[in-house]
């Protein structure tokens, strides 16, 4: 049996290391979205492929992102953007008009149309603030008025929350990688009231009420069902557009013991060499051509002596799990002997497994993590004397 003073320290080791992971978030950027860069531009067409469900993995920093077995389900998608007016942008794709505008270097969504639904964003939705770079975070609350089906009015509200939340490189099915990939992850909330046209359908349309944020924060507090939109985006230094995005969408209950109702999950893979908007980008195609850091000025002076572990990426994947298998990525810049210990909030043993050696490159692992109890678990990656270490949580 341990000693208690041996359990004890463990213990404290534990919560240390789980404060670390959770509260140390680094402010060092790859690279950062900017409007010259990343707005959306008239005449840009971009060819897309829906593909098979693929988690998102960990926040962080030098995330590995494996794409390069995707299951492919749709790849005649496309996406074309043209200009109404001089601030505003359309962005049509799968039968549906998206409206935009940038304001003071803020790309909002002022609404969007199709045969069925008509929606005016009176408040309209921040999709994106220039610059962004990794560990910026914005949040903003919108308001939309608009009908469905011509018999019922549509009253919409509600936040989004947008983070630069990870960094690292990107293996396509191509088994091509790239290597300045920054990602975003927006989160959605929306309350939504329908009711038939009436008298004050044309009163709203004509002198749209201003809704404040406390008044949505209520209404989304309120509501017995919310619905929630978790957006996934990828960009690569040099693209225009996102490389790779996720949609999942689900129904948020106010009763607890109501279990959330997922409608959709899916993803879209935007191959690089269908970006044909390129062939006239010329920012984005100096950046590709001549390797350009943008906002980074490297000095040239600077001989630090070369990390030998520089360019290891890894992505731990899904977090919290549950019955499935957790799954490991890792890029190794160099040979290493793999060893992968789980730890229990005691500081026990749970798993030890070694891997052996692997040349450099990717691998792939998984855990099974079925027979463990629920809670959190302390995950040791061992490459050589390299350690890695996550929290897991166990649900």
């Not at 790849?75 to 962005?91: C, F, K, Q, W």
């Not at 109702?261 to 899916?266: C, G, I, K, M, S």
């Amino acid at each position: 049996m341990p000693n208690p003073r041996t359990i004890l320290f463990m213990k404290k080791s534990f919560l240390i290391l789980l404060s670390l992971i959770t509260f140390l978030i680094p402010a060092f950027s790859q690279h950062s979205l900017q409007p010259e860069l990343n707005m959306y531009r008239s005449g840009d067409r971009i060819f897309k492929q829906q593909v098979g469900d693929k988690d998102p993995g960990r926040p962080g920093e030098n995330v590995l992102w494996d794409f390069s077995r995707l299951e492919i389900l749709n790849d005649e998608y496309e996406l074309a953007y043209t200009e109404h007016d001089n601030s505003i942008i359309t962005g049509t794709e799968h039968l549906t008009h998206y409206h935009y505008t940038l304001r003071n270097d803020s790309l909002l969504l002022t609404g969007f149309e199709n045969q069925t639904t008509e929606l005016k964003n009176h408040q309209p939705e921040l999709v994106m603030e220039f610059p962004f770079r990794y560990g910026d975070r914005k949040k903003s609350y919108f308001y939309g008025h608009g009908t469905y089906g011509n018999r019922l009015e549509m009253d919409v509200m509600g936040t989004v929350e947008t983070t630069a939340d990870a960094y690292g490189m990107m293996i396509l099915p191509n088994k091509d990688t790239l290597k300045h990939v920054l990602r975003t992850r927006s989160v959605k909330y929306i309350a939504e009231e329908t009711q038939p046209i009436g008298p004050g359908f044309y009163r709203k349309q004509k002198s749209p009420p201003v809704i404040s944020q406390d008044s949505i924060d209520t209404r989304l507090q309120d509501d017995p069902v919310v619905f929630v939109v978790e957006t996934f985006r990828w960009y690569e230094k040099g693209y225009r557009y996102p490389v790779f995005e996720t949609f999942r969408s689900w129904e948020q209950y106010k009763e607890p013991e109501m279990e959330e109702n997922e409608f959709l999950n899916t993803a879209f893979f935007y191959p690089p060499q269908e970006h044909y908007y390129l062939e006239d980008d010329n920012e984005n195609l100096a950046v590709l051509e001549e390797g350009i850091e943008t906002g980074e000025n490297p000095d040239p002076q600077e001989t630090e002596e070369p990390d030998p572990w520089e360019g290891l990426t890894y992505n731990i994947y899904p977090n919290p799990v549950r019955m499935e298998p957790l799954g490991i990525e890792l890029y190794l810049p160099r040979e290493a002997d793999i060893r992968i210990q789980v730890r229990n909030p005691m500081g026990l043993l749970e798993i030890d497994d070694s891997k052996g050696y692997h040349p450099a490159g990717t691998c792939n692992f998984s855990l099974p993590f079925s027979r463990l109890a629920v809670g959190n678990y302390v995950l040791d990656v061992w490459l050589d004397d390299k350690l890695i270490s996550e929290i897991i949580m166990k649900r």
